[in-house]
């Protein structure tokens, strides 16, 4: 007989395992998927710490960029020259004939030629050839100058008259006049 002293190794063991079972599936029942879950939360509140300044920095980027265009839109609205479109050809002719006429300049030729496309604008090119005088000449090339600020001269031929005593000379002007594409809202 054993004495109540005397350690019973099988039913101890049997105690033991059982805790050491009880105990692993503790750990990896319950300690380790909740160490790994609180592990995965700090991951994740520290991404969200980091992906709010990277929100807050883009943020700022887009007032910035808003401000900016505001600012754009409001010289694009004070800008003194308005571009037209160049659908709008036959009244800029008539004009610049009837500036010509109250120039007292015998307008010959008056040919616009096919818009040339530059992305946020056209250049339309307009040969304008006649006789005139000095004072006629310079009057009509004034005019153009201030009614037409959207309008750049190219070229400038002048040559005098075969006839004899004449004071007046032939003369052909190229103008490029700046349009505004003829897709969306006019440009400024």
């Known amino acids: 007989m054993k004495s109540r002293n005397q350690f019973d ?7 033991v395992v059982a805790w050491a079972v009880l105990g692993a599936a503790t750990y990896f029942g319950g300690v380790a998927p909740e160490a790994r879950a609180r592990r995965a939360a700090v991951a994740d509140m520290a991404l969200i710490a980091v992906q709010e300044r990277e929100l807050e920095t883009i943020r700022a980027k887009v007032r910035d960029t808003r401000r900016g265009l505001e600012q754009a839109e409001k010289a694009r609205e004070q800008a003194p020259v308005r571009l037209r479109r160049a659908s709008e050809i036959n009244e800029r002719l008539a004009r610049i004939s009837g500036i010509g006429e109250s120039a007292g300049v015998k ?3 008056l040919e616009p030629e096919k818009p040339a496309p530059f992305g946020r604008y056209a250049v339309v090119p307009i040969r304008i050839s006649g006789i005139a005088g000095y004072a006629g000449l310079a009057g009509l090339i ?12 190219r070229g400038f031929k002048l040559s005098a008259l075969q006839e004899a005593g004449s004071a007046n000379g032939r003369f052909t002007i190229d103008l490029a006049w700046y349009t505004a594409p003829e897709t969306g809202q006019p440009a400024r």
């Not at 190794?9 to 105690?15: I, L, P, Q, T």
């Not at 004034?142 to 001269?153: G, N, Y």
């Open 107 to 109: 307008i010959d030729q």
């Open 142 to 153: 004034r005019r153009l100058h201030i009614e037409f600020p959207d309008t750049a001269a």
């Open 9 to 15: 190794w099988r039913v101890e063991g049997v105690f």
